[in-house]
């Protein structure tokens, strides 16, 4: 806790308000998204099956891409603030039409829920993101980007027991409706964070977009996507490695159910213990280049020696899972946002609409369609093609800090 507080020290007041209110908007964020979607995942599955998922996942990366367009045009036009509030308003009105018309029997309209939903957390989460770090500087933003995806993960953590709490005890329709009541209040929180000044953040010249900000920096931006892509690449083999396992040796569905309730708190657990006592540390005392290094070597340490002898386990390749998607979600996450420091404020944000929303839901989809066609059941196979993806994610390291470095000069 101790490591928490030191993270603000040389902050001024004014700094400090707006560090709370960055922090709290981000854990009410991940606070609404397990209640969000619970409930659309219910109400999905009311009217349709599990053989529509991907087809609706399908039209929420197109509706995702839509939305990056809209919020690229209009931060040019009304600035993050603004942009922010109508965002959030518009997915609650979205969110909340969609529950009317499904209500009312159109039960297309569970489509237009499950699309709102795929969107808002990622427009909500990584707008925040990027807004953090316009607003510090680097060794500001390394002390902090630890504790904020710490009170994310508590808020997702708080949000999932929330959500057991609320459906069991009253019903899904109640979950629905306090999920949206806190995404009002995540984005009247951010609003919070404009009391002090963003001189960076202003556009004088209101035809350059985010997006259009890049055009000098696209080749760091395009290899800091290539990064993404093949990290979820190599994550979903081994979700996939998983569930192969899974399926063979545990057959029982309410078995199945509490297993994987289980699972995922142990992701959790580990992706809120790097945030909360490693990162604060290792990102001031380590070179950066040395940690983005560090994370595919260590994969590769952990497919060789776990899915390349404990393939059969269900205990070591569901290790292997959790340690990836742990470090996903705080140590990738954190040295990956780093990367947009050199950036100018305006590039940060086109670059995190390029990379973390639209990169990284489209590798995401990309390679779950290809593995869904050319359906590979060989572990070994399988381990084969996560080998290839870390030497290419090591060789694009390379050339990510090299062209780090002409960004410096």
Not at 87 to 96: A, D, F, H, K, R
Request: glycine share 6%.
């Amino acid at each position: 806790m101790k490591s928490f507080f030191q993270c603000l020290e040389g902050f001024d007041a004014r700094l400090k308000k707006t560090s709370f209110f960055i922090l709290l908007t981000y854990f009410l964020a991940l606070f609404s998204y397990p209640l969000v979607r619970s409930a659309t995942g219910a109400i999905f599955y009311d009217v349709y099956t599990a053989n529509d998922y991907s087809f609706a996942s399908f039209i929420g990366v197109l509706v995702l891409m839509v939305m990056i367009s809209i919020n690229n045009y209009l931060q040019s036009k009304i600035g993050v603030h603004k942009l922010y509030l109508t965002t959030g308003i518009l997915s609650i009105v979205t969110l909340l039409v969609g529950y009317i018309g499904y209500k009312m029997g159109f039960k297309q309209m569970a489509y237009v829920i499950f699309a709102a939903k795929e969107a808002y957390i990622v427009l909500l989460v990584h707008i925040c993101l990027a807004f953090a770090n316009s607003t510090y500087n680097l060794e500001q933003f390394k002390r902090l980007i630890g504790p904020i995806g710490a009170v994310g993960s508590i808020g997702g953590i708080i949000g999932g027991q929330l959500t057991s709490y609320l459906a069991s005890t009253y019903n899904t329709e109640i979950v629905f409706m306090v999920s949206l009541l806190i995404i009002l209040f995540t984005v009247l929180a951010f609003y919070f964070t404009g009391d002090i000044s963003h001189a960076q953040l202003e556009v004088t010249n209101r035809s350059i977009t985010p997006i259009r900000a890049i055009r000098g920096v696209k080749k760091y931006v395009f290899l800091i996507g290539a990064v993404v892509a093949l990290s979820q690449f190599v994550i979903f083999i081994a979700d996939l490695q998983f569930n192969m396992v899974f399926e063979k040796v545990i057959t029982i569905k309410d078995e199945r159910t509490a297993y994987f309730g289980q699972f995922y708190s142990y992701v959790n657990i580990v992706a809120l213990f790097l945030q909360f006592m490693v990162l604060p540390f290792l990102l001031v005392r380590v070179k950066l280049r040395s940690i983005f290094l560090f994370i595919p070597l260590f994969y590769f340490i952990l497919v060789f020696g776990g899915l390349s002898f404990g393939a059969g386990s269900l205990y070591i390749v569901g290790s292997v899972f959790v340690s990836m998607k742990g470090i996903d979600y705080s140590l990738f996450a954190a040295v990956k946002d780093i990367m947009y420091h050199p950036l100018l404020s305006l590039q940060k944000f086109g670059a995190k609409y390029i990379t973390d929303m639209f990169v990284y839901r489209v590798s995401k989809a990309l390679i779950a369609f290809t593995m869904a066609q050319i359906a590979i059941s060989d572990m070994k196979i399988l381990t084969q093609l996560q080998f290839v993806f870390l030497f290419l994610w090591g060789i694009v390291i390379l050339f990510l800090f090299k062209e780090q470095k002409k960004l410096k000069h």
